[in-house]
């Protein structure tokens, strides 16, 4: 019995490692599309340094000349960063257009709006018709309220 | 179970080495099928070393004395709860419970990342099985097998150690080990960054998540063992300095520091060596404090018998594995280059990093003054030892000074910050902190340092609840939400910064209660029934404590005890009669027959009454004498003001982890999804 109970363990354990490798059964090994991209984390973070250097304003730890300077020169990274994403999707030609510099100012307040309305798609940050349930990029449904749902 | 268990523990060697040698094969020649069989693998091990630990259990429940294990923790009396947490009372079963975390903390790693991060993987995985088949080695090879036999089958087992049998005992070593094995994975995930040279952000953001969960558990296990410490061990304090406290606390300290300076990193791309750094050191720390505690090699509280062998294969361990990651770091330097430079002396940055120079620094005078006595034996044949005189000088005034950043970080803006700006946010939180530390004096509290941490506390819990009120406004402005709703966007929408000032608070409302440490009042008096002691309070009121007599019983089973003798004491406060007060002396039944205090605490917000029964007389207790004119005993009496916020702030630290922790929100959405977030700058998650 106990012995009968002994062999069973290791051939469970056995079945379970050996069948990837008998049957050819695979993990993936490379990053999915799905994960964001090198350029796309350095897009975030600079337009979420851009939101915090409002922030850091409007709470009065930057005086307005400092904030200038400073939003200036975020600006100028999220640019760069904004069209490192662009030239890594390998879009077109207008990819490597740089966009003027309130582009990102409206970006920033196009996603916003579209958070509000509930246009603006949680998970990915495809913005999307109004109106729309499910996110036409990446199939997600879309909350009525954005403002709630993170 | 006992045998499918032992026969478990061995299956799960040959397994664990093949999963380590698939894994980093697997990972190096591209092959799915040998990575996917060697993921298998982590499950394989954690269901194998569970059915060991089962065993182990099972034999404590069937009181199987042939385990040598199981007669050295465990007796026929010890009542179930103590015989379930047998499996981690002794050294080969505490080792045991280590390898059945860090198997669970393996499973839950692979399983989250089944379908993202999958680069990482294959080192991931290579990393993880050769940690784990590291302690197989020596569970099975360095004696200390909890299997092994003693070759015959005492009637009795030797019983549990008194101070083991209490409640703490089955919260305080899970919740600290559940903080040391966690931190397994955020090393795996570094050096599988460093092996596949994948040194971009996403290495960080999965380490980062890890690093906060244990930093989690062992915080709490860490204040876990300080109440543990009050309330068993009688001698009225919850820190000693302990070698084994201070290997608790140097991976606490660097993974604190990790936890700041990786902001840096994420918006900045500065300090990613010293990051990296800090978490391959805090791993082997945690190493380092089983090597402290299984070892022996340094007389404390916690150790088990003095083990050469372990000690060899350990230091052997933690040689290779600062010889390799030493490797890899230089190897990958060229990748590890910073992004930017620190732009001014006064921004957040600079404050971050001098938060990382003291914990560090504070690391270095725990670890010095924790190994002097075996440095100074090895270097001069004498052993030197320091005791808690020589922690608390070094270690005070780093305390404060990090208190004070806590103050300064958050008013400071990331890159720059204008010294008028400065004046502005400090001129309120210093004259409240100068007024509270003056008001105090005047008070009559006159131990400098400790008034200093009053006052450096009180600024930093002003700045702490003006940065809220601010945030909120700024946010209701910036958004046009209400109060009510701009104040809760605010804290969800970037839960790791508000979180982590809760945890500040936390921590300071900690510090305070430290500071208090001055004031603590002890007098030891012998009385007869009858007779009262009077201890005063240093806030002024007067406690009077009036011996009612000893009343003893005899032969619990239930409980384990020989006999147990209870002295009752009324107590008065300014002649105000509250709650009688008792404590007691035990006799456990054990063949040793040793005895233990059980302490009595009133404990309120403002203060403890912290009562021993210091001495009586056990022979007379033992001869059933029952005569109320030979009860005279000597009692401790004390008093310890604040000592309840100690245990108040590790729930007000957990809340603020929680909030840091929680899965969602602003964390793993998008950039183009949470623009209203005012986060600095978190790197994406995603997992």
């Known amino acids: 019995m106990l012995f009968a109970a002994g062999i069973l363990v290791i051939l469970a354990v056995a079945v379970l490692v050996l069948e990837p490798i008998v049957r050819g059964s695979r993990a993936s090994l490379e990053r999915t599309n799905d994960e964001m ?66 582009a990102l100012e409206a970006e920033i307040a196009a996603a916003r709006a579209g958070l509000r309305d509930g246009t603006t798609c949680g998970a990915c940050g495809h913005g999307n018709p109004a109106g729309s349930r499910f996110c036409a990029s990446c199939g997600q449904a879309l909350h009525l309220s954005g403002s709630t749902s993170a | 179970m006992n045998v499918i268990g032992e ?147 005492p009637i009795d087992g030797q019983g549990l150690n008194p101070q083991l049998q209490n409640y703490w005992m089955t919260i305080h070593p899970p919740t600290l080990y559940l903080g040391f094995t966690a931190f397994t994975v955020p090393f795996a995930f570094a050096v599988a960054a460093l092996l596949s040279g994948r040194l971009d952000s996403r290495w960080i953001v999965v380490t980062r998540k890890w690093i906060l969960l244990s930093w989690f558990f062992l915080s709490n296990g860490i204040v876990f063992g300080m109440r543990w410490a009050y309330e068993e061990l009688g001698w009225g304090g919850y820190w000693f300095w302990d070698p084994v406290e201070n290997a608790s606390l140097l991976p ?116 010095w003054g924790t190994m002097l006595p075996l440095f100074s034996e090895g270097f001069t044949g004498q052993e030197i030892s320091v005791g808690p005189a020589f922690f608390n000088r070094v270690n005070v005034p780093f305390g ?86 701009a104040f809760w966007h605010l804290v969800m929408r970037n839960r790791r910064r508000w979180g982590g000032y809760v945890v500040h608070v936390a921590i300071v409302i900690m510090f305070t209660a430290f500071a208090a440490a001055p004031w603590y009042q002890e007098i030891r008096q012998t009385l007869d029934p009858g007779e009262s002691a009077e201890i005063t309070s240093p806030l002024g009121s007067t406690y009077t404590l009036t011996y009612e007599g000893l009343s003893t019983n005899f032969n619990d089973r239930d409980d384990n005890l020989a006999w147990q003798a209870v002295a009752l004491l009324s107590v008065r406060k300014d002649g105000e009669p509250l709650p009688p007060m008792t404590t007691e002396k035990r006799e456990y039944i054990r063949p040793d027959r040793s005895t233990s ?67 969602g929100g602003a964390e793993v959405r998008p950039p183009a999804s949470r623009p209203a977030s005012d986060a600095p700058a978190p790197a994406p998650a995603g997992d």
């Open chain 2, 597 to 663: 205090t059980e302490v009595g605490i009133r404990s309120t917000p403002v203060e403890d009454l912290y009562i021993t029964l210091a001495d009586v007389n056990t022979r007379l207790i033992e001869m059933r004498v029952n005569d109320p004119s030979q009860q005279t005993a000597t009692f401790t009496f004390m008093v310890k003001p604040l000592v309840s916020w100690i245990w108040a702030s590790a729930f007000v630290l957990t809340i603020g982890a929680l909030i840091g922790m929680w899965p």
């Open chain 2, 252 to 367: 606490w300290l660097t993974a604190t520091a990790f936890l700041h300076s990786v902001q840096i990193q994420e918006t900045r791309g500065m300090l990613k060596v010293w990051n990296m750094g800090l978490v391959l050191v805090t791993f082997i720390l945690t190493i380092f404090a089983t090597f402290l505690t299984r070892s022996g090699l340094i007389e404390s509280v916690h150790t088990f018998a003095q083990e050469l062998k372990i000690a060899y294969i350990f230091l052997g361990f933690m040689g290779a594995l600062i010889a390799l990651v030493t490797v890899l770091i230089i190897y990958r330097l060229p990748q590890l280059r910073s992004s930017n430079q620190i732009e001014s002396f006064v921004s957040r940055e600079s404050a971050f990093l001098f938060n990382n120079l003291i914990l560090v620094a504070t690391t270095f005078a725990v670890m």
């Open chain 2, 7 to 153: 026969l478990a523990l061995w299956v799960s060697l040959p397994v664990a080495i093949w999963g380590g040698a698939l894994a980093f094969i697997g990972g190096r020649q591209n092959r799915g099928d040998l990575v996917l069989s060697a993921e298998r693998t982590v499950y394989a091990v954690l269901a194998l070393i569970t059915l060991a630990s089962l065993g182990i259990v099972d034999t404590f429940l069937n009181d199987r004395f042939e385990y040598t294990y199981v007669a050295s923790y465990s007796s026929l009396d010890l009542p179930t709860f103590y015989k379930v947490s047998g499996l981690w009372a002794g050294q080969t079963g505490s080792l045991l419970f280590w390898l059945l975390l860090l198997c669970g903390f393996s499973a839950l790693a692979v399983w989250s990342n089944r379908s993202k991060n999958r680069e990482f993987m294959p080192y991931v995985v290579g990393t993880l099985m050769v940690i784990q088949t590291f302690f197989l080695v020596v569970l099975l090879f360095a004696d200390v097998n909890p299997y092994a036999k003693l070759g015959f089958t």
């Open chain 2, 400 to 485: 404060i000074a990090i208190l004070f950043l806590m103050g300064v970080g958050p008013v400071i803006a990331w890159r720059r910050a204008s010294k008028k700006n400065l004046q502005k946010h400090f001129v309120v939180p210093t004259a409240v902190g100068l007024a509270t530390a003056a008001g105090l004096w005047l008070a009559g509290a006159r131990v400098g340092l400790s008034v200093m941490t009053f006052g450096i506390a009180a600024f930093v819990l002003w700045v702490i609840g003006a940065e809220f009120w601010k945030g909120t406004k700024a946010r209701a402005r910036i958004e046009g939400e209400g109060m009510v709703s």
């Open chain 1, 37 to 102: 991209s090198e350029a796309e984390a350095t897009r975030r973070v600079r337009l979420l340094a851009l939101r915090d250097a409002e922030y850091d304003y409007q709470m009065g730890k930057l005086d307005e000349a400092d904030y200038r300077s400073l939003r200036a020169e975020l600006a100028a990274e999220a640019l760069a960063a904004m069209e490192a994403v662009e030239a890594e999707k390998g879009g077109g030609p207008n990819s490597r257009v740089s966009p003027a510099p309130d």
